[in-house]
């Protein structure tokens, strides 16, 4: 990128020993990373009305999102947000169904997961089931769920005790309201 071997724009390492990197693209969607300074706020300006100009696309500003380290002065993010004319967020959400973090992993960044588990095999009478027939089902509710988010990144271990919890009670019939007891203890089980 012209910007970044002229100097006006650093490219970001990933770690000390981690390779340094400006942009990710990926089908039509561009993750730009630089310093914070009005300096490097221009540039990337400038290279995006570049990019504009010669591809005849447009930045979607609505969808556009700053995301600021904890150690930048929230004094400078205004100044950055009116150069670039995008606003300042400190979450950027989900991409392709994963949760993107810039700290660490929280369980609670995966209840949509939970939520998901629950409602699909709570749609489903455990009593109206056999015991294999109950098994087979939690087994085919996790692999279409969990099996994609997994692949991407590893989930916090709250959220596998919780899926535990919801296998467990589905498998032996328990509900929020009437707990069954559990036949065989869960270790075996799995």
């Known amino acids: 990128m012209e910007s970044c071997d002229s100097g006006e724009w650093h490219h ?18 561009l993750v730009l990373f630089s310093s914070a300074t009005i300096s490097r706020a221009y540039a990337i300006d400038d290279v995006l009305g570049k990019f504009c100009h010669s591809s005849g696309k447009k930045v979607s500003v609505s969808k556009s999102r700053v ?8 004094s400078l993010w205004s100044d950055i947000e009116k150069i670039l004319n995008i ?20 369980a609670k960044d995966f209840d949509y ?4 588990v629950a409602l699909k095999l709570s749609s489903w009478k455990a009593r ?19 099996a994609y988010v997994m ?23 328990s509900t ?13 089980v799995t």
């Not at 997961?113 to 998901?116: D, F, Q, S, V």
């Open 67 to 74: 995301l600021f380290s904890t150690n930048v002065n929230p």
């Open 151 to 173: 692949q991407c990144t590893p989930l916090p271990a709250k959220v596998y005790d919780n899926l535990d919890a919801l296998s467990r009670n589905f498998l032996w019939g």
């Open 113 to 116: 997961l939970i939520e998901k």
């Open 87 to 106: 606003k300042e967020t400190k979450d950027l959400g989900k991409y392709l169904g994963i949760p993107i973090s810039s700290s660490a992993v929280r």
């Open 176 to 188: 929020v309201d009437k707990r069954k007891l559990h036949l065989v203890n869960w270790k075996k």
């Open 12 to 29: 970001i390492k990933a770690g000390q020993s981690g390779p340094k990197f400006s942009h990710l693209f990926f089908v039509d969607d």
């Open 128 to 146: 109206l089931l056999t015991l294999p027939g109950r098994a087979t089902l939690i087994q085919s509710v996790f692999e279409a769920i969990l």
